[in-house]
């Protein structure tokens, strides 16, 4: 069974930076992508950024391009999203996705709760 | 701000059939596929329906999509108590070389 599993949640003050990761299980990991998308509270859905397991080129959104750096480790099936120069509106839970190209986001991470705060 | 909108709000009464609709545009659902997922409260999204109207392996056929143009839909027949979540359409935008999400529809079940 394909399963993501993802870090526990962080509590961090303005201005720090935060990484997640996320483990893939039940799968060759460097077969698909892993996306990143983050939910504010109440708030919809945001996708942040991907990377290709296989040779860990990346593409991220204009929104978080500054900020955000999504890596691999092959070896232990686990890819990471840093989030820089966090602000209270980060303030969000956090979701790693198995990318399957056209058929979408299968399956996603329990995410991870990130809570921005002096 | 989501490149695709969707209804806020949909409700339905137990058996009824309900449908969810999710508007683009040419860079989006125009010349790319749509998925959509259903999130229930406090759980990570899951995908309900891929390539506009493929159903995972365990997600009941009850669930419907299509597309037509810039527009796609989801449709949910025999409504049940447990189908109440929030749904989420997304295809990717080729303006933003990502995928856009909807805004998502919170479905009630009344």
């Known amino acids: 069974q394909v399963h993501l599993v993802q870090s526990g949640a962080e509590v961090k003050e303005p201005g720090a930076s935060v990484k997640v990761s996320c483990r893939g299980s039940?799968?060759?990991?460097?077969?698909?992508?892993i996306h990143w998308v983050r939910q504010a509270p109440g708030q919809r859905l945001e996708w942040m950024g991907w990377?290709?397991?296989?040779?860990?080129?990346?593409q991220y959104s204009e929104n978080f391009q500054d900020r955000v750096t999504i890596i691999r480790d092959t070896s232990a099936s686990t890819a990471y999203m840093e989030l820089s120069s966090l602000r209270s509106e980060d303030t969000a839970v956090y979701y790693c996705?198995?990318?399957?190209?056209?058929?979408?986001?299968?399956?996603w991470g329990q995410g991870t709760l990130v809570t921005v705060s002096s | 701000q989501s490149v695709l909108t969707q209804p806020p709000s949909a409700s339905g009464t137990p058996g009824q059939r309900v449908t969810i609709s999710c508007s683009g545009g040419?860079?989006?659902?125009?010349?790319?596929?749509v998925n959509w997922y259903q999130q229930l409260p406090g759980t990570a999204p899951k995908l309900l329906i891929y390539?506009?109207?493929q159903r995972p392996s365990g997600v009941p056929d009850r669930f419907s999509g299509s597309k037509s143009g810039t527009s796609a839909s989801l449709a949910i027949s025999g409504l049940q108590p447990e189908d109440e979540a929030d749904y989420y359409c997304?295809?990717?935008?080729?303006?933003?070389?990502?995928?856009?999400f909807g805004g998502g529809t919170k479905l009630t079940v009344l």
């Open positions: 990377i290709n397991t296989g040779h860990g080129k990346t």
């Open positions: 996705a198995r990318g399957r190209f056209e058929a979408g986001f299968d399956p």
């Open positions: 997304t295809a990717w935008d080729d303006s933003l070389n990502g995928p856009g």
């Open positions: 040419s860079s989006n659902i125009g010349s790319n596929t």
């Open positions: 039940g799968y060759t990991f460097t077969d698909n992508a």
């Open positions: 390539i506009n109207n």
